[in-house]
């Protein structure tokens, strides 16, 4: 139904920042949920660490299972000073690391469980 009403190249961005059992839960369930109607999406991770690390998994038990997960994207709802490092937008340095290789972001001794 919902492929009937919006076009397949439509790419959704699903976000959940929290690191609370509902938030994980819907972190856990955005792949099947894109992919049970076929469409490409991205996660979108923020601070804490644990939830960019949450949205590794979800990518790359997607990304295992074949379906149309295309990397995260890091988001920040904040006013940030002009001139602010780019460690004070969200969490720039996680979801690089984590989109540029999930696996070892995923196996990293500095990242884990």
């Known amino acids: 139904m919902l492929n ?14 929290g690191v609370d059992a509902l938030s ?4 856990k369930a955005a792949p099947q949920l894109f ?4 469409y490409d999406w991205a996660g979108c991770g923020e601070i804490p ?4 690390q949450a ?9 295992r299972a ?7 994207l890091d988001v920040q ?12 937008w969200a969490n720039v340095p996680d979801v690089g690391a984590c989109t540029w290789n999930l696996e070892a972001f ?5 990242h884990p469980e």
């Open 4 to 17: 009937e009403l919006i076009d397949r190249k439509v790419i959704w961005a699903s976000w959940s920042y």
């Open 55 to 63: 949205w590794g998994k979800a990518l790359q038990a997607a990304k």
């Open 66 to 72: 074949g379906r149309n997960a295309l990397g995260l």
């Open 49 to 52: 660490h644990a939830n960019v």
């Open 77 to 88: 709802w904040t006013t940030v000073a002009e001139n602010a490092s780019v460690t004070d």
């Open 24 to 27: 994980l839960s819907k972190i």
């Open 35 to 38: 992919q049970s109607h076929g």
């Open 106 to 110: 995923l196996a990293s001794e500095r």
